[in-house]
């Protein structure tokens, strides 16, 4: 799923599709809930492996084959674990349990299931989430702030060499190489 990136759905681009489904008791047994994580099992390898947490939007979503969907117990927060995911060690993790070809590949339940992570308690995972919390804000803000000032110098290049548009391209590669 192309939507899951660090560790976030994104739903501006969003492919939505409707279903009509006669038994709503069956329907809301898949229904995501705010807290579920989502786990892409069948994809290309970048993709297999990536996590999301579900924070509510769009409402009345559920998942397709492709996702695992996961439901914690009360002894892990689902933002930690997901945070968690999101690290260089559970990637290497989850990079060792992958099975596939060229074009597909899969992470079977009972490889996830195999994987051991240590858990701290709640209150401490607690305190990691919101000092990451406020550190994402700052990593957005400034993801943000970058994308301006790249507008603004393009802009001034465009005026300074009085054309209507300047190519980005230069700016692009050296976001890149700093990746």
């Given at each position: 799923?192309?939507?899951?990136?660090?560790?976030?759905?994104d739903?501006?681009?969003?492919?939505?599709?409707?279903?009509?489904?006669?038994?709503?008791?069956l329907?809301?047994?898949?229904?995501?809930?705010?807290?579920?994580?989502?786990?892409?099992?069948?994809?290309?390898?970048?993709l297999?492996?990536?996590?999301a947490?579900?924070?509510?939007v769009p409402?009345?979503?559920?998942?397709?084959?492709?996702?695992?969907?996961?439901?914690?117990?009360?002894?892990?927060?689902?933002?930690?674990?997901?945070?968690?995911?999101?690290?260089?060690?559970?990637?290497?993790?989850?990079?060792?349990?992958?099975?596939?070809?060229t074009?597909?590949?899969?992470?079977?339940?009972k490889?996830?299931?195999?994987?051991t992570i240590?858990?701290?308690?709640?209150?401490?995972?607690?305190?990691?989430?919101?000092g990451?919390?406020?550190?994402?804000?700052?990593?957005e803000?400034?993801?943000?702030?970058k994308?301006?000032?790249?507008?603004?110098?393009?802009?001034?290049?465009?005026?300074?060499?009085?054309?209507?548009?300047?190519d980005?391209?230069?700016?692009?590669?050296?976001?890149?190489q700093?990746?």
């Amino acid at each position: 799923m192309q939507n899951i990136q660090n560790g976030r759905i994104d739903v501006t681009e969003f492919d939505l599709a409707y279903i009509k489904v006669d038994d709503e008791a069956l329907l809301n047994k898949y229904f995501l809930r705010p807290g579920d994580l989502l786990f892409n099992v069948r994809n290309s390898f970048d993709l297999v492996g990536k996590m999301a947490i579900y924070d509510g939007v769009p409402e009345r979503t559920i998942y397709n084959h492709m996702l695992l969907r996961i439901r914690l117990k009360n002894f892990a927060l689902p933002a930690y674990v997901n945070y968690l995911f999101q690290t260089q060690e559970i990637s290497s993790k989850i990079n060792q349990i992958k099975k596939g070809s060229t074009s597909i590949w899969a992470i079977y339940q009972k490889d996830l299931n195999s994987l051991t992570i240590q858990l701290p308690t709640i209150e401490t995972q607690s305190k990691i989430i919101e000092g990451l919390n406020s550190q994402m804000v700052v990593i957005e803000g400034l993801g943000k702030m970058k994308a301006e000032a790249g507008k603004n110098v393009t802009q001034i290049l465009a005026d300074v060499w009085d054309v209507e548009y300047v190519d980005q391209l230069k700016m692009e590669v050296e976001n890149e190489q700093e990746n």
